[in-house]
């Protein structure tokens, strides 16, 4: 299998299964000296672990994560950073029954078409859990970011039907789904236990935010910083959509209304609007980044569906097991930690781009 790295100059390798021994990551291209520690990165893993809510996975696992090289006495050293986080309560045999048909909205057919079989326990390499590696790698490129100012965080905007109409970030960690709104998070929980009573299951919209980054991040052509935002998103199992700024709605808008036109305050040149996102020709423009990712239902449902055997025969299938009704709220961290993998990753791009930072860099 190829496909298991991203980034070019902070690079990270995923690895593992759901119902494997373990799950990881390697980070090549972490500078050397930044302070980390197992807790901070655990922080984040804490987010993003299974069985803390009743809208989640029952599934219980206490994730905790075991940096195995790249620091020393507290500082990244410069060479890869190897963080492992074992697996504990998997049932595997809640799968069985699928083992030999394919789930409708799963991997299943398409992993059986391309390998020849697949790890049918929990959807194996498909599964959400590996996002378990990208949660640790992103937070150390958050803690690398955080060394210029950068501040990322992320919030769930939908459920369902669901949309917040209002804005409070401190309560965005209040509430086991992420919402800025306790209007819309008390909506949202009630939609969620319907269609926890009616065995089905919700998507929904998570928003993604960085304050304070730099201008001049991203390449004018195939490396924009929104089409590695795109990638990044989209790799997500669940993704179906992404957009930056307007998004789709600047397709309605006309330019004199989806331009964003610029300023100066005190000798400082900045937008008067945000149209874009903070993105103009594929490079941040010094104003937030703000963006929308679409996730689909979870697949996995308890109700029937139709679907076949290996061998083409019909049935009728209910899946069993542990699974979110709604996988939005804790994707919320993930799309944190893919915001950071990128942005750090351009950020060191960015250090040698002109012959004045690279003079600088070793004056």
């Known amino acids: 299998m190829s496909g298991s790295i991203f980034g070019k100059t902070f690079q990270i390798s995923t690895w593992g299964e759901s119902h494997g021994k373990a799950v990881g990551v390697t980070i090549d291209g972490c500078p050397a000296g930044l302070p980390l520690t197992e807790s901070y990165v655990q922080a984040d893993l804490d987010r993003r672990r299974p069985g803390q809510n009743p809208f989640g996975t029952m599934r219980k696992e206490t994730d905790q994560v075991t940096i195995l090289s790249g620091v020393f006495e507290g500082r990244t050293t410069g060479t890869p950073i190897a963080m ?52 640790a790698a992103g937070a150390v490129a958050r803690k690398l970011l955080a060394e210029f100012g950068v501040d990322i965080y992320a919030y769930t905007q939908s459920i369902g039907p669901v949309t917040c109409q209002s804005f409070d970030r401190s309560y965005i960690q209040q509430n086991p789904l992420s919402m800025p709104d306790p209007n819309a998070y008390e909506k949202a929980a009630s939609f969620l236990e319907e269609q ?86 594929g490079i941040s423009d010094g104003s937030s980044l703000f963006f929308r990712v679409a996730f689909k239902p979870t697949p996995s449902i308890s109700r029937p569906q139709q679907t076949v055997s290996a061998d083409g025969t019909p049935i009728s299938l209910e899946i069993h097991g542990r699974h979110d009704p709604c996988i939005v709220p804790r994707a919320v961290v993930v799309v944190e930690a893919m915001t950071a993998l990128v942005l750090a990753d351009l950020l060191l791009e960015n250090a040698h781009q002109t012959l004045d930072r690279l003079k600088k860099a070793y004056s």
């Open 84 to 135: 492992i986080v074992y697996n504990g309560d998997h049932h595997s045999a809640d799968y069985r029954n699928i083992a030999q048909c394919f789930r409708p909205g799963h991997a299943d057919f398409t992993f059986t078409q391309k390998y020849g079989f697949r790890d049918y326990r929990g959807g194996g390499r498909s599964s959400g859990r590996e996002t378990i590696a990208r949660v």
């Open 196 to 281: 926890k009573r009616v065995l089905d299951s919700a998507g929904g919209i998570v928003c993604g935010v960085a304050e304070g980054v730099p201008a001049g991040l991203g390449e004018p052509v195939f490396d924009k910083l929104d089409a590695r935002f795109a990638q990044a998103m989209v790799s997500l199992g669940a993704v179906k959509g992404f957009e930056m700024g307007d998004g789709f709605a600047a397709a309605a808008h006309a330019g004199s209304e989806n331009n964003d036109p610029f300023t100066a305050i005190d000798g400082k040149i900045q937008k008067t609007s945000n149209h874009s996102g903070g993105v103009l020709g």
